[in-house]
């Protein structure tokens, strides 16, 4: 079963969503399970993993409301302010949703690259495994030491690390982003999604190849039991299509035992995320 591990929703709104700029205006609209619909069924992807965009609880139950209404829609990472002295009601009160399996907070946006590190984040963050729920990795890689330390401090958390932590692709700069991706994959609590590449390339004129290099590196470092694949949809458009972004995973992987194929596309993202897939004819 294929499992699509991070992809987005949206009712496009340009005063919320100013992150979603002029040059990215492909993706300047809605975008729904109806739309996403026809690119799975295209790709051979059973479910997904919808992740917020928009750092509001609005966010959070409007994609709760999607999944209830679309099996398509396997699991849900919200969004909740971590910083918060509510925050343990705020658990309470989302852990009555069998959807929502973890949470992310846009730290790549925050200007304090120690921003993962803050006292009352982490108070936060360790809250998480109190009700079962994971935490997705934004960042940059200046921020990988700061995501270090905080898996390192929090070793029972489920982390993982979106659009491999983003190296700056089109400057083919990566030495310390590896030596710092090398770090964190010793952390066992540690998953990498293999997503986001197309658009920290040159979205006009990137080339499978060019991604080879940062491949090497997460592959090395987590090893196929901890790696799972994301089409990062639709942000993914502004650079390329859905069949464009899975077909740079797939050939990569075109030597890869059949067993090794199904741990990265859908039964990494099942066991990591827990899903409750019986409705799918997954194991739970």
């Known amino acids: 079963m294929r499992i699509d591990a991070h992809q987005h929703f949206w009712k496009f709104d340009p005063v919320r969503d100013t992150w979603i700029t002029e040059e990215m205006r492909a993706i300047q609209r809605n975008f729904l399970p109806s739309d996403l619909a026809a690119e799975c069924a295209a790709n051979g992807i059973d479910a997904t993993i919808a992740v917020q965009a ?3 609880e609005a966010e959070t139950l409007f994609l709760l409301e ?24 705020r658990m309470e009160f989302f852990s009555r949703y069998a959807k929502l399996r973890g949470f992310r907070h846009v730290a790549q946006s925050e200007p304090d690259d120690r921003f993962l590190m803050r006292e009352d984040f982490v108070r936060g963050v ?12 934004l960042i940059y890689p200046k921020q990988l030491r700061a995501a270090l330390e905080l898996a390192a401090a929090l070793p029972e958390q489920r982390f993982v690390i979106d659009h491999i932590a983003k190296p700056d692709m089109k400057a083919n700069s990566n030495v310390t982003w590896a030596k710092s991706m090398r770090a964190m994959a010793q952390n066992p609590n540690v998953y990498c999604k293999i997503s986001g590449l197309v658009t920290e390339a040159d979205w006009l004129n990137w080339k499978k190849p060019d991604f080879k290099p940062y491949l090497d590196v997460i592959f090395e470092a987590f090893g196929v039991e901890r790696l799972m694949f994301g089409s990062d949809w639709p942000v993914c458009l502004v650079a390329a299509s859905y069949r464009q972004v899975k077909d740079i995973v797939e050939d990569y992987v075109r030597d890869f035992s059949e067993d090794e194929k199904d741990k990265i596309f859908g039964e990494n993202a099942i066991r990591f995320y827990g899903l409750k897939t019986g409705h799918l004819g997954l194991a739970a």
């Open 126 to 137: 360790r809250t998480l495994r109190e009700f079962g729920f994971t935490y997705d990795i």
């Open 54 to 56: 928009d750092q509001s």
């Open 66 to 89: 999607l999944a209830e209404q679309n099996p398509l829609i396997a699991g849900v990472v919200g969004w909740t302010d971590f910083c918060s002295p509510l925050l343990a009601e």
